[in-house]
């Protein structure tokens, strides 16, 4: 090729230095771009990880690198939430379960949490219900109050969507009325299903469900302005169906969505599959 356009080979590896690395910042640059707009709510490391999905060959410093100087790096600001859980209440509570328990399959850890939302002229509030193995939502429930039957209503659809093997299953929530009380608690029983609870003023032990709900305030309901119950709930179903179980990609799922997850690495059958683990004496 040199020789038919009359240069030399020194001459046009000289060019090619020059020239391509310029020119696969700039496509990179471009998908980069894309991809922001697209996942307007993803860091650098998430945008890395879809470019993997894509075939690129591309390291995450790199990204970080080309995400700030075109200014795509996301900002995220903490908002205030008001109180959603009442623990004052005489209810029994359960020991902490789920502190020792790593799961290693589908259905045998579920957490379970509430938040508000903010509609045009007032509150809602969101009741769901994760599968701590993939980070899966399994069941969820939208209403205008804080009665029990908001909590029970992403319980019972939870139930709906798996098959819960009795004496194998974790549910793990905060102590809030809704989740101590007789019905809810029942409901549980009737499953076979092990209540746990967090202890007295410690987020952390329900950490996992805390940190959904900061996902989704982030991705979906902060900056959203809902008519009425009916649009808000329409817009989250849409965000918690498509989005997070089948899109979003999770840091602790290796840059995979919940769903994809589930699909790749399917849970042990009951026969093989390890129980809770104890509190007292921390043996499966």
Request: glycine share 6%.
């Amino acid at each position: 090729m040199c020789k038919l356009a009359g240069v030399s080979r020194a001459g046009f590896y000289r060019h090619w230095q020059q020239t391509a690395p310029a020119e696969e910042e700039t496509e990179l640059r471009d998908a980069i771009q894309r991809l922001a707009l697209a996942h307007r709510h993803y860091g650098y490391r998430r945008i890395t990880a879809l470019l993997h999905r894509q075939g690129r060959v591309v390291n995450h410093k790199r990204v970080l690198r080309l995400m700030r100087e075109d200014n795509l790096l996301c900002l995220r600001h903490a908002s205030y939430v008001p109180a959603t859980t009442d623990s004052r209440h005489p209810w029994p509570v359960y020991p902490n379960l789920a502190r020792r328990l790593r799961p290693t399959g589908s259905d045998q850890l579920w957490v379970a949490d509430i938040t508000y939302v903010r509609l045009g002229g007032g509150f809602v509030y969101l009741a769901v219900v994760l599968d701590a193995w993939s980070r899966r939502v399994i069941g969820w429930s939208l209403a205008d109050h804080l009665r029990a039957e908001l909590a029970l209503t992403a319980l019972d659809q939870a139930l709906g969507e798996r098959t819960v093997e009795p004496g194998l299953l974790v549910h793990h929530s905060d102590r809030g009325v809704q989740y101590a009380c007789r019905d809810y608690v029942s409901r549980l029983e009737a499953h076979g299903i092990q209540p746990s609870m967090s202890r007295v003023g410690c987020p952390y032990d329900n950490a996992m469900a805390e940190s959904f709900m900061k996902t989704l305030k982030t991705e979906e309901v902060d900056g959203r302005a809902y008519a009425d119950l009916a649009e808000a709930r329409a817009a989250i179903d849409h965000f918690l169906d498509e989005v997070y179980n089948r899109q979003r990609l999770h840091s602790a799922l290796a840059y995979r969505p919940p769903a994809e997850f589930e699909e790749n690495f399917h849970s042990p059958g009951p026969a093989g599959r390890p129980g809770p683990v104890s509190e007292r004496t921390g043996t499966v």
